[in-house]
Nanobody
Framework: HVQLVESGGGSVQAGGSLRLSCAASGYAFNSMGWFRQAPGKEREGVAGTYTTNGRTDYTDSVKGRFTISRDNAKNTLFLQMLSLKPEDTGMYYC??????????????????WGQGTQVTVS
């Protein structure tokens, strides 16, 4: 059974940090990413990573503050978030694709999604 399970969300004050985890099962995905969605806004690609070359991509607003990483042995994806801002608030989703993606930030390219974990920064 292919699934993604996120954990690690919570409520923090501005300037704080959180680490999100996404445990994948059932398949070793070639591309994985993190998305977020704030109330009333579209789902936004935050970061992506690719198994074959280890390349990582980030949306401009999180560069220098967020780090995406992956433990291939445990089939787990992480998102380390530092210097959090209120505008980082939203539901964070882990996503995975069977293929290597050219663009990490297009939700329609992903095959499997997690249930989401809430991040609130005040």
């Amino acid at each position: 059974h292919v699934q993604l399970v996120e954990s690690g969300g919570g409520s923090v004050q501005a300037g704080g940090s959180l680490r999100l985890s996404c445990a994948a099962s059932g398949y070793a995905f070639n591309s994985m990413g993190w998305f977020r969605q704030a109330p009333g806004k579209e789902r936004e690609g935050v970061a992506g990573t690719y198994t074959t070359n280890g390349r990582t991509d980030y949306t401009d607003s999180v560069k220098g503050r967020f780090t995406i990483s992956r433990d291939n042995a445990k089939n787990t994806l992480f998102l380390q978030m530092l210097s959090l801002k209120p505008e980082d608030t939203g539901m964070y989703y882990c996503a995975a694709a069977y293929y290597i993606l050219g663009v990490y930030s297009s939700p329609e390219n992903y095959n499997v999604w997690g249930q989401g974990t809430q991040v609130t920064v005040s």
